[in-house]
C-alpha cells in the first residue's frame, strides 16, 4: 500500500483549470487528487503515477463531468437589514437611482434598517444569500461594511460576515466600506465624518482583525477624491490594501487613484477613461465589472472593455450582491450578463469569476486548479465551459468542495439536456 495515500481521487473530469494561456486550461479525460485540504495533483488520467485504487482512499469516476476552481465573488455588500423592493417598483416609474438617494431612499434607508438589525438577526437574513451563492459554486466571498456608518453597527456587520464564513466553511474576506454614504447624522459634517472614518473606525476595526481592505464609493453622491484620499491615506498607513468603487455614475478620476495607492481593484467602471485605464494597467490593478448593477439600473453606458483588453489590464465579474442596485444572489448568473450585456467571452466571463477575482482580493492561493492551490473545487452537471455562462439559472453546481471538504452537494441529477 502507497504509504502517502491522497485523501481522495476524481477521475475522468473535463478540467477546466485556467492555469497558463491554454483555453480554459482545459483538461479532458483529466484527474484531479485532493489532499489536506491543497490540489495534490492535476493531470490527464492517463499520466497518473499509478492504479487509481493505490493512490488514494477515496476514488470517483465523474464520467466526463466538468470540474472547475471554487468561484469567487469579489465584490458583495451580502450583510444587510431589510430590502429595497419598493425602490425597484419606484425605478421602474422612472425615478433614477440617484434621485431616490438624494431623497433619503437608498444606502441610508439601508442604514436604517440595518442599525436596527440585531447581530443575530443580520446573521440569518445573510446567512440565506451566501447560502444561494455557495450552492451555485461561490466558494470564497468578499462582503463590505458600508451599512453601519457608525462603529458599532460596521463592526457587527463585518462580525457576521466572518461568522458566515466559519458557518458554511467557505472562505470569506471582509472590506470596510466607511466611506459608503454620508450617515443623516453628519448631513452638515461631512469632514466630521471622514475624520470618524480615517481615525476612530477604521484603526479600531483593523485591530480587532476586521478588515482585509478597505473600500470607499467615490461618486457624486458618494464620496470626493480628495474624502477618498484621506481614507486610502489611512489605510496605508495600517499596512491595509485598498479598492475602490471608480467610474459607476460619472468619471472622478476614482481608477487612477486606487492605481496611485496600488490597489487591489478598482470596481464597475461604466465611466472609465483612457487615463484611468493606463494607470490601472500601471499599477495591476484589476478590473471588477458589476453587470448585475448595470442591468437592475437598466444602464446603457459599457464599461471600455475593448480598451481594457488592449491594455491588458485584468478582468474580473462579481455579483455586486446588494439591496439597492444588484439584488444577484447566483455569480454564474453574473457572468453570463458580463457575456450578454458586455460582450465578454465566456472564457474571460469564467476567468473573470476565478482566477482575476482571486487578484481582486489578493489570493494567490486559489482561483485555478493548479498543484498546491487550496482544494476549492465546484463538480458540475455540464460538460463544457461555456455552458456555466450559457445555462440561465438552474442550479447547475453538483459537489462544492472548499480545503478539500465537501461543503455543498446536490443529488447526483440527470446532465442538462444537451449533454445526455
Ligand atoms: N455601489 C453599489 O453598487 C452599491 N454601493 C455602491 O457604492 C449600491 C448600494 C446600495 O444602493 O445599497
Ligand atoms: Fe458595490
Not at 137 to 161: F, H, N
Not at 251 to 262: M, T
Not at 296 to 321: N, Q, S, W
Not at 357 to 376: E, F, K, N, P, V
Request: aromatic share 6%; net charge negative.
Amino acid at each position: 500500500m502507497n504509504a502517502s495515500r491522497w485523501d481522495r481521487l476524481l477521475l475522468n473530469a473535463t478540467l477546466a483549470t485556467f492555469a497558463g494561456d491554454a483555453p480554459y486550461g482545459l483538461i479532458e479525460r483529466g484527474a484531479i487528487a485532493l489532499h489536506h485540504g491543497r490540489i495534490a495533483w492535476v493531470g490527464r488520467m492517463d499520466a497518473l503515477p499509478d492504479a487509481p485504487d493505490t493512490l488514494a482512499f477515496a476514488v470517483e469516476s465523474l464520467d466526463g463531468a466538468l470540474v472547475t476552481p471554487g468561484l469567487i465573488d469579489c465584490h458583495t455588500h451580502l450583510v444587510f437589514g431589510g430590502d429595497r423592493a419598493h425602490e425597484f417598483a419606484l425605478r421602474l416609474n422612472g425615478a433614477s437611482y440617484e434621485e431616490i438617494a438624494r431623497a433619503g431612499g437608498g444606502i441610508v434607508s439601508s442604514v436604517n434598517a440595518t442599525r436596527a438589525a440585531s447581530e443575530e438577526q443580520l446573521f440569518e437574513q445573510s446567512l440565506l444569500r451566501a447560502r444561494a451563492l455557495l450552492a451555485d459554486g461561490v466558494t470564497t466571498l468578499e462582503i463590505k461594511s458600508g451599512y453601519g456608518l457608525d462603529l458599532d453597527t460596521e463592526r457587527r456587520m463585518l462580525r457576521v460576515a466572518r461568522h458566515l464564513g466559519r458557518e458554511l466553511g467557505i472562505g470569506v474576506r471582509t472590506s470596510f466600506l466607511g466611506l459608503h454614504a454620508l450617515p443623516p447624522e453628519y448631513a452638515d459634517r461631512r469632514d466630521d465624518y471622514v475624520t470618524l472614518v480615517c481615525d476612530d473606525m477604521l484603526p479600531a476595526l483593523a485591530t480587532e482583525g476586521l478588515v482585509d481592505a478597505v473600500d470607499a464609493f467615490c461618486e457624486g453622491i458618494g464620496f470626493s477624491r480628495d474624502e477618498t484620499r484621506r481614507v486610502f491615506e489611512r489605510a496605508q498607513q495600517l499596512g491595509l490594501p485598498v479598492k475602490l468603487h471608480a467610474e459607476q455614475l460619472s468619471d472622478l478620476d476614482g481608477a487612477a487613484l486606487v492605481a496611485e495607492f496600488g490597489g487591489l481593484s478598482a470596481d464597475h467602471l461604466e465611466h472609465l477613461s483612457e487615463t484611468g485605464i493606463r494607470a490601472m494597467a500601471a499599477a495591476g490593478t484589476v478590473a471588477v465589472l458589476l453587470p448585475g448593477a448595470f442591468y437592475a439600473l437598466r444602464e446603457t453606458k459599457l464599461p471600455p472593455i475593448a480598451a481594457l483588453r488592449e491594455h491588458r489590464v485584468a478582468i474580473a465579474i462579481a455579483t455586486d450582491c446588494n439591496p439597492g442596485t444588484s439584488p444577484l444572489l447566483s455569480l454564474r448568473l453574473a457572468a453570463s450578463m458580463a457575456c450578454t450585456l458586455f460582450r465578454l467571452t465566456p472564457e474571460e466571463a469564467l476567468r473573470g469569476v476565478t482566477v482575476n477575482a482571486a487578484r481582486a482580493l489578493g489570493l494567490s492561493d486559489r482561483g485555478t486548479l493548479m498543484q498546491g492551490q487550496r482544494a476549492d473545487l465546484v463538480v458540475w452537471n455540464a460538460r463544457q465551459p461555456a455552458e456555466l455562462c450559457y445555462w440561465i439559472g438552474g442550479g447547475l453546481a453538483r459537489n462544492v468542495y472548499v480545503a478539500g471538504e465537501l461543503v455543498s452537494r446536490r443529488k447526483p441529477s440527470r446532465r442538462p439536456p444537451s449533454a445526455s
